[in-house]
């Protein structure tokens, strides 16, 4: 099984920053694409970025310039640092991946729990 567990959110002023990190562990053959998603209060889900495991990335339009994802494959990490934050950038951020686990190989789509981030005015 494999779990994904994202960290740090918390309370910050506009145009503060925050960098979250996602971790993700148990039987893991290997880790395709890695993405930040968030949710804010009545709204749907919202792509963010996304890094693949040859280094590319793409972003959401919205968060183009402000928002930064890397990763580090070694320890099956990833992160996205936050800049110039914004009240409507306030949501639960989720992490995802697509970890391919074995015995059988199979591919697989991991959601972390989300971690919340408020951004006051």
């Known amino acids: 099984q494999v779990q994904l567990v994202e960290s740090g959110g918390g309370l910050v002023q506009g145009g503060e920053s925050l960098r979250l990190s996602c971790a993700a562990s148990g039987s893991i053959f290997s880790i395709n694409a890695m993405c930040w998603y968030r949710q804010a209060p009545g709204k749907q889900r919202e792509f963010l970025a996304a890094s693949s495991n040859d280094g590319k990335t793409n972003y959401a339009d919205s968060v183009k310039g402000r928002f930064t994802i890397s990763r580090d494959n070694g320890k099956n990490k990833v992160y996205l640092q936050l800049n110039s934050l914004k009240p409507e950038d306030t949501a639960v951020y989720y992490c995802?991946?697509?970890?391919?686990?074995?015995?059988?190989?199979?591919?697989?789509?991991?959601w972390g729990q989300g971690t919340l981030v408020t951004v006051s005015s």
């Open positions: 995802n991946a697509g970890v391919v686990v074995p015995g059988p190989v199979r591919y697989v789509e991991v």
